[in-house]
């Protein structure tokens, strides 16, 4: 199977399970007593954040494979994986303050992952500032690699650091109901196709760009 | 020539280079001071103690006026030119690192004992008895800020715009760093710094981290 037609079945599965995981999020899984409708913004939120942490660290070992096998691909790779996992960063950043407004009171609280969630947006704002400014540069895909590794190690120390420097934490464990549990589960698995569709999709703008601006020829 | 030496032999070059040049010196020095001055007046000095809470201030300052000289450290071999004939000493790519890494460290810590010192004379500054305890945990801390802003240096020293991009990409890496740093501070004057702290550990793993992992990239950072 080529690329379009994987490309093709990844964005019907992501339509068809996100489909399935709304209805199951609105219709199946009961409302949280304390929380209210707004929990419900869990079966999105949690995902999300799923889907980032693979998708960057995914950058990383890409990023990793750039420096040591210089192919372009690789760089390709990394970039791709690293916007697409910068959007449900960005998704976890708003949605966590619309839960946290109803299961702490305020919109945001200095929470270990949330503050490292935003600390972490915050590095790859700038990964991405980086190469909008030297885009033209030859270098640019280097110091992107570079860049992408430092942050990566740097993760678990901010992670420890904001959770002694902070005092309020999301629940250690969380008890959900089995229909809870079987809707999460549901719209883990689509918010992970939706990702892995858009990623899909990224490289091959990506490849298509590249073809045009050193002229070569379209592929079939 | 062996390693240490080219370490040695950058070391020199560059230090004799910025006591001569003065600029990068004076405007980090100057800026620093300038930002000690506007803190009294945006805090009310009669107020905030920064005996107390206020102490991760002075980190902030520290932070600032070091990018502005440490941002300089590669750019400054661009615009001279000069950067093509460092890369072609005959030793390891870590050397030339090493070499401007200490160079930035001698300066940082320069600037902060001016700061502290500033500190004493306009804002009330008493370290007393914390004055040693002060000076291990800002040391431990400048050497991986000096570690990641020289390796950062580096990354952008070719890139248009790279003062711009400088701070914003050198900043959120260091904020463990900088939490640890205002925190150790704030223990330090308060008397109970311990050589156990975790804070302490964190920046020794940090640091540790950090100058391995440039010593590593650095040669990729550079490379044309």
């Excluded at chain 1, 996100?18 to 209210?36: D, H, S």
């Excluded at chain 2, 932070?63 to 502005?68: E, I, M, V």
């Excluded at chain 2, 000289?69 to 890369?87: D, H, P, V, W, Y």
């Amino acid at each position: 199977m080529d690329l379009r037609a994987w490309n093709r079945l990844l964005w019907g599965l992501a339509v068809v399970l996100n489909a399935v995981a709304l209805y199951m999020v609105f219709f199946y899984a009961p409302v949280e007593i304390q929380m209210g409708a707004v929990q419900k913004i869990f079966y999105y939120h949690v995902p999300s954040a799923s889907s980032a942490y693979v998708l960057l660290f995914l950058a990383f070992v890409f990023s990793i494979l750039y420096l040591w096998r210089e192919d372009p691909t690789y760089d390709l790779l990394a970039y791709t994986t690293a916007e697409v996992g910068f959007v449900f960063l960005t998704i976890v950043l708003v949605t966590g303050p619309v839960w946290g407004r109803s299961a702490w009171g305020k919109w945001w609280v200095w929470e270990p992952r949330l503050t490292s969630a935003l600390i972490l947006w915050l590095m790859y704002s700038a990964y991405f500032l980086l190469r909008l400014f030297s885009r033209h540069e030859a270098r640019s895909a280097r110091v992107a690699a570079v860049v992408a590794i430092i942050a990566f190690f740097d993760v678990p120390i901010v992670h420890k650091a904001i959770e002694w420097w902070g005092s309020v934490v999301h629940p250690k464990k969380v008890v959900l109901e089995p229909p809870m549990l079987r809707t999460f589960f549901v719209s883990m698995v689509a918010v992970f196709a939706l990702a892995a569709a858009l990623t899909l999709t990224r490289y091959m703008v990506g490849k298509a760009e590249e073809r045009h601006l050193t002229g070569g020829e379209v592929a079939p | 020539m062996s390693y240490l030496r080219v370490v040695a032999l950058i070391f020199t070059k560059d230090f004799k280079e910025e006591l001569r040049r003065k600029e990068n010196v004076l405007s980090a020095l100057l800026f620093a001071f300038l930002s000690l001055v506007l803190f009294a007046f945006a805090l009310d000095p009669t107020r905030v103690d920064l005996n107390q809470t206020g102490s991760g201030l002075l980190w902030l300052i520290v932070l600032f006026a070091g990018s502005l000289f440490m941002g300089a450290s590669f750019r400054k071999e661009m615009e001279n030119g000069t950067l093509q004939a460092l890369l072609l000493t005959p030793t390891d790519r870590s050397a030339i690192f090493l070499g401007k890494f200490l160079v930035n460290l001698v300066f940082l810590l320069f600037l902060e004992a001016l700061l502290l010192f500033f500190a004493f004379l306009l804002l009330n500054f008493r370290p007393g008895p914390a004055l040693g305890p002060l000076a291990l945990s800002w040391i431990a801390v400048t050497v991986g800020y000096a570690a990641l802003g020289t390796l950062f240096s580096a990354l952008i020293a070719n890139v248009h715009g790279g003062q711009v991009i400088y701070p914003i990409l050198l900043f959120p890496v260091l904020i463990p760093l900088f939490i640890a740093a205002a925190t150790l501070t704030q223990d330090a004057l308060a008397g109970t710094l311990t050589l156990g702290s975790q804070w302490l550990r964190l920046v020794a793993l940090f640091d540790t981290l950090f100058v391995t992992a440039s010593l590593f990239l650095f040669e990729y950072a550079v490379e044309e």
